[in-house]
């Protein structure tokens, strides 16, 4: 088998990124990369596209190896770039499992579970009362959902959003909030917060303490991203868990701030991180520390039922992120789309390969920029 086309189209409202990868066969592949500036043109970029055409798809990881070395002078290991190789990485992997009959999950080892719990991304409540956040947290966890997720962004009030600074004020409103979603939900449903990588250590240090006995799965991304060293610093000062990574890209992104145990429990996102057996091997790096593993995800069903396969195959998996409830534009977008969450967890199917019949109409309703993933 050859790969004969590489197509991408870039969708709307919502900016997902699919991916299609042909073969001389007649089996297409499909995956998702992250969203971002130019991913779908990079994708089908020939200085990309000439590490896959004309070679086996079956060789996932050298032709993964091959797709950075041919684009080392365009930042290979991080970024736009790396976020396409993830999509096309995906869709070799759907290609492999189509032609032996397999799902991906046990081509990456097997499954430590049928099931792989999502967590619900509810962002904020209907107002910024805490009476609100509780309201939406506990809609959510009705729905079946054992994990929910907050932000807790910046207020308008705030004096200074160059300095990372918070008033008193603010971190008595952020514990007001998280309080009053604790206290609402079931004591064994997981609450996680979102920083968004707005504060300084010194700041965020007195939320993250001020949390410290609401029992939170994680506060994730205090600080910002760039720093290992100040990230170990902060996750070494107080008891509640810390959890980063949606920045970071391979293993090799992993490396140090896992070493250092830099952060609690990591976030990869695998639709940027170099893809699904890299997702594996970042976490079998995270579990040399034990460290769990909750992906990064705001893809379509493409992407999250991907991730889904890796975290099926993963021991330290932990949670999956989950952006788009009640996006009917989601769901729509593939023939599974009702049936592949569904009370809080993702069902892991064996259908060969990904397992996911896309729904081309749907991706014609909303294709911005189709670069020969439609119309070859
Ligand atoms: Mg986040």
Redesign the pocket.
């Known amino acids: 088998m050859k790969i004969t086309h590489i197509g991408a189209v870039v969708l709307q409202p919502f900016p997902w990124v699919l991916v299609r990868v042909f073969t001389d066969e007649g089996l297409v592949g499909l995956g998702e990369a992250y969203h971002g500036a130019g991913v779908h043109q990079i994708a089908v970029d020939e200085r990309l596209t000439r590490a896959l055409i004309g070679q086996d798809p079956r060789n996932v990881d050298r032709l993964f190896h091959d797709m950075q070395r041919v684009m080392s002078a365009s930042g290979f290991f991080q970024g736009a770039v790396m976020s396409a190789i993830s999509g096309i990485e995906m869709a070799l992997w759907d290609l492999t499992g189509q032609s032996l009959g397999t799902p991906i999950w046990q081509l990456l080892g097997g499954q430590f579970r049928n099931r792989v719990r999502v967590y619900n991304d509810c962002h904020a409540g209907e107002d910024e009362t805490p009476a609100a956040y509780a309201r939406r947290a506990c809609e959510v966890e009705a729905r079946g959902f054992s994990a929910i997720k907050f932000d807790i962004d910046p207020l308008p009030t705030r004096r200074d959003a160059y300095n990372r600074g918070i008033r008193n004020s603010d971190i008595a409103h952020y514990v007001d909030v998280v309080t009053a979603v604790r206290e609402a939900l079931n004591p064994d449903t997981d609450l996680a917060i ?1 920083a ?1 990588w707005r504060y300084a250590p010194v700041d965020v240090l007195k939320i993250a303490r001020a949390f410290e006995d609401l029992d939170l799965l994680w506060l ?2 205090p600080i910002p991203p760039e720093n290992n060293e100040a990230m170990r610093h902060l996750t070494a000062q107080t008891r509640t868990p810390i959890c980063t990574g ?1 920045n970071l890209y391979t293993r090799y992104g992993f490396r140090e701030l896992v070493e250092n145990q830099g952060a609690d429990i990591l ?1 990869p996102d695998l639709a940027k991180a170099g893809g699904l057996l890299e997702g594996r091997r970042i976490a079998d790096l995270a579990n040399l520390y034990y460290i769990p593993i909750a992906p ?1 995800n705001i893809c379509g069903p493409v992407g999250t039922y991907a991730a889904a396969q890796v975290c099926a195959a993963i021991p330290n998996f932990l949670a999956l992120e989950f952006h788009h409830l009640d996006n009917e534009i989601w769901t729509g977008l593939v023939e599974e789309g009702d049936t592949l969450i569904h009370a809080g967890h993702i069902p892991i199917g064996d259908r060969p390969g990904l397992g996911l019949t896309l729904i081309e109409d749907s991706v014609r309703a909303c294709a911005r920029e189709d670069l020969g993933f439609l119309q070859i």
């Open positions: 979102d968004h994730e991304d949606e976030s990064h």
